[in-house]
């Protein structure tokens, strides 16, 4: 595909983990920021190099201020497989362009980058970039050179800095700091939005968000979670200390300017009012494993006319099939995002049986994006990007029931078995290779 010549050549260093997560969250920042995924590469892969096509450096700059999953980007002067193709790509680059950073007295650095490798300085001397996919087989030559200007780093260090092992309030689900912020960039995510996550568990997901500047609101169905009761989830701790709340969480990080509320509530029940409210809804369902999946209500009929509780009854948890969960969840995004709204949600899979008509589908919900993280040998967690597309009508709020996905996903509800179902073959495996 040949490249717009307004545009200027970018090359991005990517960080060599989450790989599936990566083109989404590249492709979402460019339309965030007011650019357009293009690029001349058919593939990603594992590559770390990609090549892009962007209308401008500040909107290069943009992206790098909110990607965890590039290291870093330059404006491309010149490329090619070997030195002599590199130099004569140079002496086809604008010379305009390279003028203003060309002065006599000016200083530079060139810092050698190695991927599957490690180089002795002598070595790095002499040799520079791309030498493979396969660190057990070094070509000779490296496959790429690449020469060009820095432009700026990614995000790399929010992982480390929002790390949850630094957290004051974690739970036995606490969603992985790297993660959190990839699914905010998914969601798009910037200044001012209204972020929701109808399982707000202990608000790792309103942390990230916040940190891009949004306003960030959740429920919850456990009292003790949302109010910070009960025991820990630290090791050596009993009970949870005054400070470990969802709120201390954002205070933490300086945020809590962001914070709007988390209430105790049931996602299968939202007490809302008809209304567009939220720019994202950004959430982490409970799959049944460590924590579980529960609504209210109750196992007796109910006598007709007492249909409303007293407000001093507190209704009985019920188990929560994943397939209603999911439907819920995207019924109240349709019904609630703004229109051009985004629902990033995990999705949790027995691989065997897995096929994409699995993922649940809604009339004014358009698929983003579906991203796999392996859990263990026979499942994972899908993570679904999806747009609001159409505003919503009451009569779309079945129309899935009708769906050739509904059915598929059914079979779902059994994950809690089949996922210990996996782990208890697997360690009668194992016990039977070491008796043997």
């Not at 992206?63 to 870093?72: I, N, Q």
């Not at 992982?159 to 957290?167: A, F, L, P, Q």
């Not at 820990?232 to 205070?251: F, M, V």
Request: glycine fraction near 6%; charged fraction near 25%; include cysteine.
């Amino acid at each position: 595909m040949a490249l717009p010549s307004s545009l200027n050549r970018y090359l991005l260093l990517m960080a060599q983990e989450h790989l599936e997560f990566r083109l989404p969250e590249i492709k979402s920042l460019l339309s965030l920021f007011g650019g357009q995924f293009t690029s001349s590469q058919e593939t990603y892969g594992k590559s770390p190099f990609w090549i892009l096509s962007i209308p401008s450096e500040d909107i290069a700059r943009n992206l790098m201020k909110r990607t965890v999953c590039a290291k870093s980007i330059f404006e491309l002067w010149g490329h090619g497989k070997s030195p002599e193709e590199l130099y004569s790509s140079l002496k086809n680059y604008p010379v305009e362009k390279m003028v203003p950073f060309l002065h006599s007295d000016s200083t530079y650095k060139i810092k050698i980058h190695t991927f599957n490798k490690t180089l002795t300085q002598e070595e790095k001397v002499k040799r520079i970039d791309d030498y493979g996919l396969d660190p057990n087989h070094i070509p000779e030559n490296p496959h790429n050179i690449y020469f060009g200007r820095w432009i700026a780093d990614g995000q790399r260090e929010l992982i480390e800095s929002y790390s949850v092992k630094k957290r004051h309030f974690i739970g036995n689900t606490s969603m992985d700091a790297g993660l959190s912020f990839i699914m905010a960039n998914h969601g798009k995510v910037k200044e001012n939005d209204i972020v929701f996550d109808p399982f707000v568990g202990t608000g790792g997901l309103l942390v990230a968000s916040a940190h891009f500047g949004a306003y960030v609101y959740g429920t919850d169905i456990d009292y003790n979670t949302v109010h910070g009761l009960g025991k820990a989830s630290r090791k050596n701790q009993k009970w949870r200390g005054p400070d470990e709340n969802i709120r201390a969480n954002l205070r933490q990080y300086g945020l809590e300017k962001y914070y709007l509320d988390v209430l105790v509530s049931d996602a299968s029940k939202p007490s809302w009012r008809k209304g567009t409210f939220f720019d994202a809804i950004i959430t982490d369902p409970p799959y049944g494993i460590r924590e579980s999946t529960r609504r209210t209500g109750s196992q007796k009929e109910i006598p007709k006319g007492l249909e409303k509780c007293p407000e001093s009854h507190v209704p009985v948890s019920l188990s929560y099939h994943l397939s209603d969960m999911f439907f819920d969840l995207l019924n109240f995004a349709a019904e609630t995002l703004v229109l051009g709204g985004r629902l990033v949600y995990w999705l949790p899979v027995y691989t065997p049986e897995y096929t994409e008509e699995m993922v649940p589908w809604h009339p004014c919900l358009k698929l983003i994006s579906n991203c796999e993280q392996k859990l263990s040998s026979h499942t994972s967690r899908r993570l679904i990007t999806m747009e609001k597309v159409e505003e919503f009508e009451n009569r779309d709020q079945y129309s899935h029931l009708l769906s050739d996905h509904f059915l598929p996903y059914q079979g779902h509800n059994s994950f809690r078995e089949k996922y210990f179902s996996g782990v208890t073959k697997r360690i009668a495996k194992e016990e039977k290779s070491i008796q043997e």
